[in-house]
Structure formats: structure tokens, C-alpha cells
């Protein structure tokens, strides 16, 4: 089970870690992109955790909601609403609910991830966050299936997040602005495959402790 306690928790740790990170982040865009990633994250995530507590009393559909609508209104970029359609699809199952089971948890990395391709249109090795939530996803269903349990299976998922982000250096990128760049973009680690590597080992730190 993964209580609400934990949620709040972890949209808390992984707004520090964007904020930590922040430069990196914008480094890692500056190689591919327009050197904004870091920037745009920490203004969203500053913004999440100052509605958290307007919120807090609520489901976790509800918590998922606002972020979702917060990303969405104040990140300019691609990550924002894609960020954003993550939280909003991976609230679906989730009104009314103050604990989440591993059912549940499951849900939420398909229907966000799901969302991300719906809204993105990406596809796999196109060096996106998608070339990590995606094996996330995958090693998560896998373990839960195999009845590992959450932690464990989270486990997983992080070291399937942490390889699929590797995997982004060699690629070439097809979607958002790497894309511009043709032949240039590779050698580079993808900038939004590594928030989304950082929120997936976030949550496995607070559901460890
Ligand atoms: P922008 O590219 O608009 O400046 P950001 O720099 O905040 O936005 O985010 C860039 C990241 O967004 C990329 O590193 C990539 O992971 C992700 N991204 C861009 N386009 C897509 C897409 N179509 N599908 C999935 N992820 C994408
Ligand atoms: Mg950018």
C-alpha cells in the first residue's frame, strides 16, 4: 500500500530533486534543445508544491489533478503538458482513493505513461522521456506479476529507468527540438528522460524509508 502521506512525500522530494538538479537538467537541454528543461520543471514543481496544501485533505485523484492542471498552466515547453497529461491520466482510476495498492500504483505508470504517447505521439528510441517510463513501466508490470512486491518492484523499475536514460546517449532523436538537430542530437543523454528517471527513483526513496 501506498498511502497518501507517501504521495505528498514524494511530490515534495521530487520537486527537491528537480530544484537540486535544476542545472543539470538545463545543461543537459542546452547539448539538444533550447536550455530550459531545468527551468521549466522548477517553476512547475515550485508552483505544485505551493497548491499541496490546498489539496491536501483530499484524494489522491484529486492531489494528481492539481499537479496535473499546474504543470499544464504554468510550464511553457513540451514537458509541462506532458508532465502534466501524465498526472492527469494517472489520477483516472483514482478519485475518492487515500491509499494506493500495487493495483492501483500499476495503473497509474500505464495510464500515465499511455497518456504521454497519446498526447506526444512519440515512439520508442525516439530519445524521449517515453525511451524511460516506458522499460519503467514494463519492469513494474513484470515484478508485480511475478508478485515481488511493491517495493521490490519499484526497485526494478528504477534500474529499468536508470538503463533506459543510459540508452537515450547513442539515440537519434525524432520528436521536440533534439529533433531539429538531426545527426547532432546523438551523443547526448536525453534532458527529460532524466526528471522522469528522477521522479520514478523518488518515489522507490520514500516508499523505502
Ligand atoms: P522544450 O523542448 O519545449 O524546450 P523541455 O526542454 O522542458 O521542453 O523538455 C524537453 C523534453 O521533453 C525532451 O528531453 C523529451 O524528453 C521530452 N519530449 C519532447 N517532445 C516529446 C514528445 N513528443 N513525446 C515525449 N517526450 C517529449
Ligand atoms: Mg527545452
Not at 119 to 135: E, F, I, W, Y
Not at 142 to 166: F, N, P, S, W
Not at 178 to 202: E, F, N, V
Amino acid at each position: 500500500m501506498v498511502s497518501k502521506e507517501q504521495i505528498l512525500q514524494w511530490l515534495h522530494a521530487f520537486a527537491a530533486a528537480i530544484e537540486q538538479n535544476k542545472d543539470y537538467l538545463t545543461e543537459l537541454d542546452a547539448a539538444i534543445g533550447d536550455a530550459d528543461h531545468g527551468i521549466n520543471m522548477d517553476r512547475g514543481f515550485k508552483k505544485v508544491i505551493l497548491q499541496l496544501p490546498s489539496v491536501a485533505d483530499k484524494d489522491i485523484g484529486s492531489i494528481f489533478k492539481t499537479v496535473s492542471m499546474t504543470l499544464i498552466s504554468s510550464v511553457g515547453g513540451a514537458s509541462g503538458p506532458l508532465y502534466g497529461t501524465w498526472f492527469l491520466r494517472a489520477s483516472t482510476d483514482l478519485a475518492g482513493k487515500q491509499e494506493l495498492t500495487e493495483q492501483d500504483l500499476l495503473g497509474v505508470f500505464q495510464a500515465g505513461l499511455n497518456g504521454v504517447i497519446q498526447r506526444g505521439k512519440a515512439q520508442l528510441r525516439d530519445k524521449t522521456m517515453l525511451d524511460v517510463l516506458s522499460p519503467a513501466m514494463v519492469a513494474f508490470a513484470k515484478a508485480v506479476d511475478e508478485g515481488r512486491g511493491t517495493v521490490v518492484a519499484l526497485q526494478q523499475a528504477v534500474t529499468a529507468a536508470e538503463q533506459g536514460l543510459k540508452d537515450t546517449t547513442p539515440m537519434l532523436a525524432k520528436k521536440g527540438r533534439a529533433s531539429y538537430l538531426g545527426d547532432r542530437s546523438i551523443g547526448h543523454q536525453d534532458p527529460g528522460g532524466t526528471s522522469a528517471y528522477l521522479m520514478l527513483k523518488c518515489l522507490l526513496e520514500v516508499l523505502e524509508n
